[in-house]
């Protein structure tokens, strides 16, 4: 059984900047995909970011372009997500999940259906 375990500071302020983790177990294959996703008080889970293990190929959707970076450090299984001059909208409780039905890396797209390991998720709040 796969396993996600997200871990991050959880306040910051309007500005600053925060790297969330995701320590992934038993994820035998290279063909994951592990992606992050955030869900903000009253509104739908948004899938924000991808990374193919495979080729370390990586996907943002546009609102989050230039401020968000996802890495993963192979030797520790675990995937970075870094943030930067985050504002107040990008509270959320932010979730890592891992996929293995992304072909033909890079990711194209972060679609929650795609994915069937989900971390319990770390909430992220940025105050004004």
């Known amino acids: 059984q796969v396993m996600l375990v997200e871990s991050g500071v959880v306040l910051v302020q309007s500005g600053g900047s925060l790297t969330l983790s995701c320590a992934a177990s038993?994820?035998?294959?290279?063909?994951?995909?592990i992606g992050w996703f955030r869900q903000a008080p009253g509104k739908e889970r948004e899938g924000i970011s991808a990374?193919?293990?495979?080729?370390?190929?990586?996907y943002y959707i546009d609102s989050v372009k230039g401020r968000l970076t996802i890495s993963r450090d192979h030797a520790k299984d675990t995937v970075y997500l870094q943030m930067n001059n985050l504002k107040p909208e990008d509270t959320a409780v932010y979730y890592c999940?891992?996929?293995?039905?992304?072909?033909?890396?890079?990711?194209?797209?972060?679609?929650?259906?795609?994915?069937?390991?989900w971390g319990h998720g770390t909430q992220v709040t940025v105050s004004s």
């Open positions: 990374i193919s293990l495979s080729d370390n190929s990586t």
């Open positions: 038993r994820l035998t294959s290279i063909y994951w995909t």
């Open positions: 999940a891992a996929s293995l039905e992304i072909e033909d890396p890079p990711p194209k797209a972060v679609i929650a259906d795609d994915y069937s390991y």
